[in-house]
Each structure stands twice: as structure tokens, then as C-alpha cells.
């Protein structure tokens, strides 16, 4: 797995020093300089230059035929993080409709174009609505989903520390019963309380 | 005839009820015993009754009465005679009245018992008994009745109904739908019953905390009396839960324990309240606090247990697990809405007698330590109902779905379980009344030195992701905490008593079975928190396309396509059935057959991953059935689980825990007690 | 040693809390449910009451063309939700087109057909293998379909000529007489 992230990057890099912009689309090839004048030297940069664009061609088309579609898991990987639009709370990457597989065929096709994941995420949601993110996008209302929480916890805590602290400053007269320590036994009212006892746990349940 | 004896006997069972609520009223008014037990003999009519309901309903399932709609929607000739018994919770209709036999199981058990001491609590317990009752039996008679059936007028059309319209004929169809193939499963037969009996057994401590409240007695008779009621109740719904998540891994969830669904939530909040109130309570009785905590609690509890069955029932929220729309919706709102607002009217009212008996003196006592943990539960809580209710919100508010999904919930309620897993550890050490640095530190640092020790060992082993290191610690640390605290008490036991080390540790077990039951439970949920944190953290997977003969590699899992069988099964199954022989570092361990099931008379196709289970982890792999199954490719999904099988083992652990807790202490040994240096040092140990 | 079977409630001063966190509370409390009442309310209710007016909206069709629903005032409007994936959606699709062909010569009735949650070249497919012609758009952002609270597809909804909802239709045609009988009731 790991080989397969370098990959892609070193893949990229090299997609951006042939292309220069990273969609490609065809025809976008840099054009080159116009030569020095004189009717020889123009033919002779004539020909070059067509040469080599023809070279140029001839070298880079099948590199751009022939980038690799992407595997599944390079699709899994960022369908993991995206839902059916339709089949509602139903991850990308497991959910079995066809038109999933379609989203799925489309992920791998923009994958393949070079997009990155975040613009591949941004097309779904521009396309398909804020539901494909398996958060909502932090903006305008949402921001509650992620504000309310943590106030709540905070003040939460807020309200605790001053019942604990009001609670502190209270004369610790009234303790509950203190359960740790017996007076000393009267035998004959031990025996009693035990019989008593005895028979209370057979009432309750 | 059986139909028509199942629905005569629930509309005989709402009268009961309704005249048991109002023999309870009048006896309440006239100050009458002879009314009270009238009202206490109608609810205990009401379980036989419902049971005759069940039976019928079984009847009908078993017998494969087609024409009933109940029965041609949940079962088929195909299914296996088990299902077809459970099918009596595999729909809506059904499964509402098997609730409500559970219901009238609890509330009736309730009523048996001795009710001496507690004469002022009986009418009011009844009261809400019933009146709960009541609006499930109600939804079954007079919205979704399992026992109508199909009819076809003399004009041609066709009608569903309980009683026979006029000039119609019974329809008879030679088959059912059968259910769902993803239920078709042995979770099927003890998932749900789990469930339903976790959530509705909350209904007797929810009736006693507020008797508690109208009779004015908020002291902690109410808590003392409903304990094991209330641990019960937690033992059926944290099984429900584990057994839910277990049957998802399983078949369901694409080898997920837990989505974050929003039914999943509706189930696990009331778990939340329910597992802090378990904790709270035992404040009340030994320290006198947390009076409102307690009443809040339960009342949250319950509360949370109708609005999650309103939320999976009435369509709100649509998931993989919610049941078709009705009409039932807006009947559960009006319900939940009379639950809360009664609720939170009697709190307010008796707010002022719930106050505190004692003080808190020390923020690291152990009464102040539960209160973080209150507060840690409810933080969890907030996450979780936010995290579900926000998209039906938002949608309100902007027309926009949104989804919320593990990320979230992971995110924003992963640092309170990791405080919860500290607390677990740190508060059972802390001293009730007071506690400080020292005394903590004193009891604290034998297990801490362990479990840094640990936490050095897993960062030489190769362990780096910060967040990983700090859970595994925590876990170490619990676990090093519980351990010592069985040595030091089994040693200590033995000092006074000489026992031998196994009866020792029987002993001291069964003297303080909540305590001791309660560690075995902490450890169970360290262990279930080791299984989360491994697959959670660690899980790799790959997909890919092979032909036979190919292979694909994982980490150091070599998994080989060896063969593709197609074949049909006698129980109208079509079933694609890889075999795969996996190797292991170049080692061969074995073959795993995933396969994909399809299901004739429901058009419903599933998928069975092959599974090789070790402590170490899980190799789980699927057959991806969107993908064409042909003889030249099939598409296999392969999911490498790193310690997934301690989630089990500690959900086991954790049952087993509460069973030790929740069984009742051997009778106290009289011992002659004088206060002594020796002495003290015995007791503090026994607890 | 009996003990009494009644225990005297303990008098106590019965202090309600400050009334502004009895309000508060009740607030809190009663807001949530209203919240969640009108969740309810909303998916039993389903789409856009027959009745109602339908706010305009716009489709850019894929051809690259801007329809606004506001410029077919004084129309009746057929808004057909589908998609190239939905197998219920191929079986109303020749009845739609023929449809389509009887009434677009009046001129007073348009057909729009609104793609839901599609991938482009699959909805062309389709579109090209039914030979439709009425305009026809991807619903960006789901932002129409979210409008209209559709269920699923295919669901069809006609606008009368004062841009109310008149007819809704869940689920495929099954006939192009039904089309008819649809459009016709709403024409004058």
C-alpha cells in the first residue's frame, strides 16, 4: 500500500512536468518558440520542429493513453469516505445498486484524470447534493453540529464544578450516614439485628 | 378462528389494562386496599392474555396461513422452521406485540413481589405499568393488527382487513414474501428478543422513580428496591448491543461491527444513560448524593427508549434497519411528548426534596470521580443524539440532507471514551469521602509502572500513531488496576482466613459480588476496547478482480482464488461459492469459502465472507456481488482485522461480570469487629 | 422487633426552582419536541401538496441550455424525475416521448425531464436510447428533486397553468393514456 501512495505522487510530478496544467485534455500540449529567420535555417527549423513535435507527440500520447486505471482500492479509498446519495447511510464503497457502481466507475475515471481527492469530493457534492460527505461541510448552519457538543460538555462541566465547589463551602455538618465504622458490639443486639436482617433479605427481591 | 381468538384476546387484554389504571386511581382516592388489589389482579391477567396473542400468532406463522398479511409478508415455504418462530418479531405488527408480551412479563413480575414495605409505590407502579401497556396494545389493535387478511371484493378489488367485508372471499396466496435474506440468520433468533428485553424491562426502575416522585418518598428506598431490576435490564440491552454488532461483522456490516447508524444510536443512548445511571445510584445509597442525578437519569433512560422506537418505527430517519412508514409515528410522538413533559413536571415539583444528604469534600474522591463520569456518559450522550438527529434538523432548517458518519462520532466522542477508560481504572482506587494526590498515588502506582512499562514495549515494537499509543496504555493500565485489585484482596483475604488461593478467590468474590462482579466487567471492557482500537486503528484491506488461479496480497496474507463452484440449494438458494487458500508469510493456514447466497423467492441476493479468526487478528474476506461472478473473474474484498476477536472475548467477559454481579451476596459472615491497626487494613482491602 | 409497614413521609418545604428554570427547562424541552414533530410531520407529508405553488426553478439541460420555469407561466408544465439507472424509470420512457410528440405542437404544454442523481454519459445513454426529445437536465446538487421531496424514481408532477401543483404521479406510467388523461384534466 505504501508503494502504491509513491507511486501515485511520483506519477503526478511526472504528469506535471509533461503537461504543465494537471487536466489534461487533448491539444494541450506547450507551444513552442517560432525559429530565427533565413530560408534554409527555416526549413531546417521546419522540419526539426515538426519532427519533433511529431516525436513529442509520439512520446507523450501513449504515456497519457496509457496511465493506469486506477485500482480498486485507490477507488475504495476515497469511496470510503463518501455515501449514497440515494441509499441513505450506506458507505460508497459497499453499497451494491448499480448506480453506485456507476458513481464508483465515475470516482475511478476522475482518479484517472488526475483530480485529487478533495476536488473529486467537491465535484460529488456540486453534482449530488452535501449528503456524499460522511460529514457535513463546515459552513453556514453546520457549524452547530460541531459547536453545540463541545458546549454542551463545557458547560456541563461548568455547572458540576460550581455545585461541587458551593458544595465544599457548606459546613460539613451533615454528612451522610458514615459507614465505616461500628460501635462496639452488644452481643445480644447483635443477634437480633442479624435475625432482623435475615428476614428483610427475604422480602426484597 | 385462531386470528379472530388472537385479536379478541388483546382488545380483552385493553380492557384489563384500562380497568386496572382505573381501579388503581380509585383505590388511590378512597384510600382502598380491596381497589388496589383489584387493580394489581388486572395487571397480573394481562401476561396470560397477551400470551395467548403470541401463541396465535405463532400458529399462524408456523401453519403458513398466507392469507393473513402478517404471515405472507415475514415468512415463505423455503424458510427453516426456527425462522419462521422468530418471524414473529420480523415486522412491524408483530414484533409490537411481542413487546408488549414482554412488557406485561416485567410489570407482572413486578406485581408478584413482596409488596410490604412499599405500599404507597404499588398503585402508581401499576398505574404506569398499565398505561404502558395500554398504548402498545392500543397501536397493535387499532393501527397494526397482525391478524388481518387478504379479501377480494365481488367488484374485483382486493381489501386487507380483520373482518370479513361484505360478499368477500378470502384470498389464500400459495406462498409468502419470506423475510429480508439479511435476517434470515441465527442472530435473528436472539439479537432482538435481547434488545426488546433491555429496553422494556427500563420500564419498572422508570415506574419506581416516578412513584418516587408523586408519593413524595425520594429517599433511596426506590433505588435499593429496583437495583437487580435495573441491572438486568442493562445485562439485555449491552447483550443486544454486543450480540447486534457481533451478527453485523458476521454477515450484515461488510465486516463493520458498528456504523453509527442512526437505529444503532437509538438503541446505544439509552445504554449510555443507562450504564452512568447504574453507576450513579450507588452514590445515593452509600453517600446520599446525586438524589437528581438519579431521577434524570432513569428518566432519560426511558425517555430515550421510546424516542429511539419512534425513531426507528415512524420513518423519520430511514437506515438499513428501520421498519416501513405508518401511521404509528405520529401516535409515538404524542406518547414520548406525555412521557417528558409529565416526567419533567414531577422532577421540577419535588426538585427541592431531592437535595443532596451529604457533601463532597475531595474532587478525587471516589463520589466526585463518578461525577466526572456522569458528566463524561452525558458528554458521550449530547454526541450521539446531535450526531443523529442533525440531519433531520438541518434538512428542516435548509432543505439540505446531510449525512453525518464515523468520523464524526469518532472524533468528537473518542477522547471521552478514552476518559471513560481512565475513570475505569482510576475511580474504583479512590476512597469514598476523601481522597487526595497521595492516597490515590499510594494505591495507583504499582499498575501505572506496569503499564508504562507496556507502553515503552509497543513503541519499540513499532507502534507510532500518538493516539493508538495513549488507548493501548489506557487499556493496559485498567487492566493492571483490576488485576492488583484481586491480588491485593485475595491476599488479604487469605491472611485472615488461610484459604487457598482458588477458594480464596471464590470468597471473596461472592462476599461482594457488585464489587468483584464489577472488575470482571471493567476488564471485559478493556478487553472489547482492545478489540475497537486494533480494527479501528490498524485494519488494512485491498480489492481487486481475479481470475482462478490468481491471487491477491495483503500485508503478509497471500489469499489464492482456487475455484468457483455455482450450484442451487433445496431451501431456493442460488449459491456462488469461492474457495481460497490463504497463506500466511508464505505459510499455508488454510482455505476460506466466502459466497455469495441468492434467494429465489425474494430476488434478494447476500454475501457470507470467509473469516480465519485468531487472537492476532482477522482475515475476512468477501465476494463482491455487484461485480459480475463469471468463470473468469470474480471481484474478492479483503480485510485484514488486527485483534478483532477480543471485542468478543471481552463482550463474553463483560456478560459473565454482570452475572456475578448481579447474583445476590452470600449472607454477611458475623464477625467480631474491634477497631485495630491489623484490622483496618483487612477491611479497607474486602471493601 | 417489628418495624412499621408505613414510613411517615418526611415533611419538607415543597420549594419549586426559580420560575426561569422551570420556563427554561419546559422550553428546552418542548422546542426539541416541536423540532422533532415537524421532522415527522414533513416525511409523512411527503412531496409538495397538490395545491400548493410550485417555486420556480431552473435546469440546465444537456444540451447546455438555462429552462427557468418562471418563463412557462401560463403552461402546464410535466416535470418527469428519472434516472438512467432506475429499471421502473425504461418502462415510462417510450410512453413519455410519444407523449411528448402529441402534445408539443399545441405549444402550451412542455415536458421537462430532471435527471436525479446521475453520471452524465449513462444519462445521455439513455436518453439517446429512448429517443427522448423534451428538455432534459441533471438536477445539480439534488437541489429540485430536495424541492419537491421526491421518494424515489420515476415520479412525475404537473404544474398547471398558474405554476400550482396539480397532479402527482409515484412510480412509472403504464400507459400512454394515462399521460393523457394526466395532462388533459389540467388543460382547459
Not at chain 2, 455455482?566 to 499455508?588: E, H, K, Y
Not at chain 3, 410535466?78 to 408539443?104: D, G, H, I, R, T
Request: hydrophobic fraction near 45%.
Amino acid at each position: 500500500m505504501m508503494g502504491k501512495g509513491c507511486w501515485m505522487s511520483s506519477f503526478r510530478l511526472m504528469d506535471k512536468a509533461v503537461k504543465g496544467p494537471m487536466i489534461s485534455e487533448p491539444g494541450n500540449e506547450r507551444p513552442f518558440q517560432r525559429a530565427a529567420p533565413g530560408k534554409l535555417t527555416a526549413m531546417v527549423a521546419w522540419v526539426v520542429m515538426v519532427g519533433s513535435l511529431i516525436l513529442f507527440g509520439l512520446v507523450t500520447s501513449p504515456v497519457a493513453a496509457q496511465r493506469p486505471t486506477p485500482s480498486d482500492d485507490e477507488v475504495n479509498r476515497l469511496a470510503k469516505e463518501m455515501y449514497c446519495p440515494v441509499c441513505e447511510n450506506v458507505p460508497l464503497d459497499m453499497c451494491p445498486t448499480q448506480a453506485c457502481a456507476q458513481w464508483r466507475a465515475l470516482i475511478r475515471q476522475k482518479i484517472g484524470e488526475g483530480l485529487s481527492d478533495a476536488e473529486i469530493k467537491e465535484y460529488f457534492v456540486l453534482q449530488y447534493g452535501d449528503r456524499v460527505l460522511s460529514e457535513p461541510p463546515r459552513r453556514g448552519f453546520n457549524w452547530l453540529i460541531y459547536i453545540l457538543p463541545p458546549v454542551f460538555f463545557i458547560g456541563g462541566a461548568v455547572i458540576v464544578l460550581n455545585v461541587m465547589r458551593t458544595m465544599r463551602k457548606n459546613v460539613p455538618g451533615t454528612d451522610g450516614p458514615e459507614k465505616d465504622f461500628l460501635p462496639p458490639p452488644d452481643e445480644v443486639y447483635l443477634t437480633r439485628l442479624e435475625e432482623e436482617l435475615k428476614r428483610r433479605q427475604e422480602n426484597d427481591y | 378462528m385462531i386470528e379472530n381468538l388472537g385479536f379478541g384476546v388483546l382488545v380483552i387484554t385493553l380492557i384489563v389494562c384500562i380497568y386496572g389504571i382505573f381501579a388503581s386511581f380509585y383505590g388511590l382516592r378512597k384510600n382502598s386496599l380491596a381497589w388496589v388489589e383489584s387493580a394489581r389482579k388486572a395487571m397480573l391477567l394481562t401476561f396470560p392474555l397477551i400470551t395467548l396473542a403470541v401463541i396465535s400468532i405463532v400458529i399462524l406463522l408456523v401453519s403458513g396461513r398466507y392469507d393473513v398479511q402478517y404471515v405472507y409478508n415475514v415468512t415463505s415455504n423455503t424458510m427453516p422452521l426456527y425462522l419462521k418462530i422468530t418471524a414473529l418479531w420480523g415486522g412491524q405488527s408483530g414484533s409490537l406485540v411481542f413487546w408488549s408480551w414482554l412488557l406485561a412479563a416485567f410489570t407482572t413480575a413486578v406485581t408478584l413481589r413482596k409488596w410490604n414495605r412499599d405500599r404507597e409505590f404499588l398503585p402508581w407502579v401499576i398505574i404506569i405499568g398499565l398505561v404502558t401497556l395500554v398504548f402498545f396494545v392500543s397501536l397493535v389493535v387499532f393501527v397494526e393488527n397482525p391478524f388481518v387478511r387478504f379479501w377480494q371484493t365481488p367488484t374485483g378489488g382486493r381489501v386487507v382487513s380483520m373482518f370479513q367485508p361484505v360478499e368477500a372471499l378470502l384470498i389464500n396466496p400459495p406462498d409468502g414474501r419470506g423475510l429480508n435474506p439479511l435476517l434470515r440468520h441465527p442472530g435473528m433468533i436472539i439479537h432482538p428478543p435481547m434488545l426488546y428485553l433491555g429496553f422494556v424491562s427500563f420500564v419498572i426502575p422508570f415506574a419506581f422513580a416516578i412513584a418516587a416522585l408523586i408519593t413524595g418518598r425520594t429517599d433511596d428506598r426506590w433505588i435499593r428496591v429496583t437495583r437487580r431490576w435495573t441491572l438486568v435490564a442493562w445485562l439485555f440491552l449491552s447483550l443486544g448491543l454486543v450480540l447486534g454488532s457481533r451478527w453485523a461483522y458476521d454477515v450484515l456490516g461488510w465486516g463493520g461491527y458498528w456504523a453509527w447508524d442512526p437505529v444503532e444510536n437509538a438503541a446505544f443512548m439509552p445504554w449510555l444513560t443507562g450504564t452512568a445511571f447504574l453507576h450513579s445510584v450507588m452514590i445515593q445509597e452509600k453517600r446520599g448524593l446525586f438524589k437528581r442525578w438519579n431521577i434524570i437519569l432513569i428518566i432519560l433512560t426511558y425517555s430515550l427508549v421510546i424516542y429511539g422506537t419512534f425513531l426507528t418505527r415512524s420513518g423519520v430517519l430511514s437506515s438499513v434497519h428501520a421498519f416501513a412508514q405508518s401511521a404509528i409515528g405520529p401516535l409515538f410522538f404524542i406518547y414520548l411528548t406525555f412521557t417528558m413533559v409529565v416526567s419533567l413536571g414531577l422532577l421540577l415539583y419535588r426538585w427541592s426534596s431531592l437535595r443532596s444528604e451529604g457533601t463532597m469534600h475531595s474532587v478525587l474522591s471516589r463520589e466526585a470521580l463518578f461525577l466526572l463520569n456522569n458528566l463524561l456518559f452525558m458528554g458521550i450522550l449530547a454526541v450521539t443524539f446531535w450526531g443523529t438527529n442533525f440531519p433531520l434538523i438541518s434538512e428542516l432548517f435548509t432543505g439540505q440532507k446531510v449525512t453525518v458518519g464515523p468520523a464524526f462520532y469518532n472524533r468528537s466522542a473518542g477522547p471521552l471514551f478514552a476518559g471513560l477508560l481512565f475513570l475505569m481504572g482510576v475511580a474504583p482506587l479512590s476512597a469514598w469521602g476523601h481522597s487526595t494526590v497521595k492516597t490515590l498515588g499510594k494505591a495507583l502506582w504499582k499498575p501505572l509502572v506496569g503499564s508504562l512499562l507496556v507502553l515503552v514495549a509497543m513503541y519499540v515494537g513499532g507502534i507510532r500513531q500518538w493516539g493508538a499509543l495513549l488507548a493501548l496504555w489506557l487499556c493496559a493500565l485498567v487492566i493492571f488496576i483490576t488485576l492488583y485489585e484481586y491480588i491485593r484482596g485475595v491476599l488479604a483475604r487469605q491472611r485472615r482466613s488461610g484459604e487457598i488461593l482458588p477458594v480464596a478467590l471464590w470468597n471473596l468474590a461472592s462476599r461482594n459480588r457488585r464489587r468483584y462482579g464489577g472488575y470482571i466487567i471493567h476488564l471485559g471492557v478493556v478487553l472489547m476496547a482492545l478489540g475497537i482500537i486494533g480494527i479501528e486503528m490498524f485494519q488494512t484491506e485491498t480489492q481487486a478482480t481475479i481470475p482462478p488461479g490468481g491471487s491477491i496480497q495483503l500485508g503478509q496474507y497471500e489469499v489464492s482464488f482456487t475455484r468457483l463452484d455455482l450450484f442451487d440449494t433445496d431451501d431456493g438458494r442460488n449459491v456462488a461459492r469461492a474457495t481460497m487458500s490463504v497463506s500466511q508469510n508464505g505459510r499455508p493456514v488454510g482455505d476460506l469459502f466466502p459466497r455469495r447466497d441468492f434467494y429465489y423467492d425474494s430476488g434478494q441476493p447476500m454475501t457470507i465472507p470467509g473469516v480465519r479468526s485468531t487472537l492476532e487478528d482477522d482475515l475476512y474476506i468477501l465476494l463482491v456481488d455487484w461485480e459480475p461472478i463469471t468463470s473468469t473473474g470474480v471481484t474478492f474484498k479483503v480485510y485484514r482485522n488486527p485483534l478483532i476477536n477480543w471485542l468478543w472475548i471481552g463482550g463474553f467477559v463483560f456478560i459473565l461480570g454482570t452475572l456475578v454481579a448481579a447474583w445476590p451476596d452470600k449472607d454477611p459472615e458475623p464477625t467480631r469487629v474491634s477497631v485495630s491497626r491489623r484490622n483496618i487494613a483487612s477491611r479497607q482491602a474486602d471493601g | 422487633m417489628t418495624t412499621p409497614d408505613e414510613i411517615q413521609p418526611i415533611p419538607e418545604e415543597k420549594k419549586l426552582p426559580p420560575p426561569w428554570v422551570v420556563g427554561l427547562a419546559f422550553i428546552l424541552l418542548l422546542g426539541f419536541l416541536v423540532l422533532i414533530g415537524m421532522g415527522l410531520r414533513r416525511t409523512q407529508m411527503g412531496p409538495i401538496v397538490i395545491g400548493q405553488k410550485v417555486p420556480a426553478f431552473t435546469l440546465t439541460t444537456f444540451d447546455g441550455q438555462v429552462v427557468n420555469t418562471a418563463d412557462y407561466l401560463g403552461k402546464v408544465i410535466l416535470v418527469n424525475f428519472w434516472a438512467s439507472w432506475c429499471k421502473p424509470c425504461e418502462q415510462e420512457a417510450f410512453e413519455l416521448e410519444a407523449a411528448w410528440q402529441l402534445y408539443q405542437p399545441r405549444g402550451d404544454v412542455i415536458f421537462l425531464g430532471v435527471g436525479y442523481v446521475d453520471t452524465e454519459p449513462e444519462a445521455l445513454a439513455f436518453l439517446h436510447q429512448f429517443g427522448i426529445t423534451y428538455p432534459n437536465g441533471a438536477d445539480v446538487g439534488t437541489r429540485v428533486s430536495q424541492m419537491f421531496r421526491i421518494q424515489g424514481v420515476p415520479e412525475t408532477y404537473i404544474i398547471d397553468q398558474e405554476g400550482r401543483l396539480a397532479y402527482v404521479k409515484k412510480g412509472p406510467f403504464l400507459s400512454l393514456s394515462e399521460i393523457q388523461n394526466a395532462v388533459d384534466q389540467r388543460l382547459p
